[in-house]
């Protein structure tokens, strides 16, 4: 990043409160996020993905999305709510989409982002309500981030050979039924995975179950 000539940031009559230290103890507490592996691997690499990985990922893949179909969405709430999507992992860890356990995951992450939003040096007023929002509603913005969510783990796979379907014994079945919901929210995205999901089944990666 190139300098250009400084100028003042801050008002030092308004902003002589804060302690910096605050401010930094809370961005190592978003720094954990780096600590929590997924299962999806990187592609051309041998390790898997983090979930502070994922929420990059995320964020430029719905901003990408949105701009190229010119979606009708307010581009600030989508790219927070892709920022926020997987913080509560921190205490939580991440659920495997296909675990028995997902159905539970939501509570241990919600009060994982309720701990975030009391933590010293938030200033992150709507913390909470922003998680909710993705985690719940049925917002464009909120439909949009699920779809990309769970495109961008199946576009990994694909493209690492189906390393975890095959490590996991992850079944077509299983695939398709975590998918289906894309067939009403955006058919172009749902044609392409249904179309490489029966390719991934020739390939022997998904278990033709």
Known sequence: MSQASSISLTNSKSTSHIQIDDVTHFLLELDALKRVNR?????QTTRKENSAEHSWHLAMACWSIAELFALDVNHEKLLKMALVHDLGEIDAGDTFLYADTRT??????????????R????????LSEVWE?????SSKESQLLRVVDRLLPFLLNLNTNGKTWIELGVTRSQVAGAHAFIKDSFPPIHDWLSHNIEYATQKGWLIDA
């Open 39 to 43: 299962r999806s691997y990187v592609t």
């Open 133 to 137: 929002a993705q985690e719940t509603g």
């Open 104 to 117: 539970d995951a939501h509570v241990e992450e919600r009060a994982g982002i309720a701990r975030l939003q």
């Open 119 to 126: 933590e010293r040096g938030n200033s992150i007023s709507d």
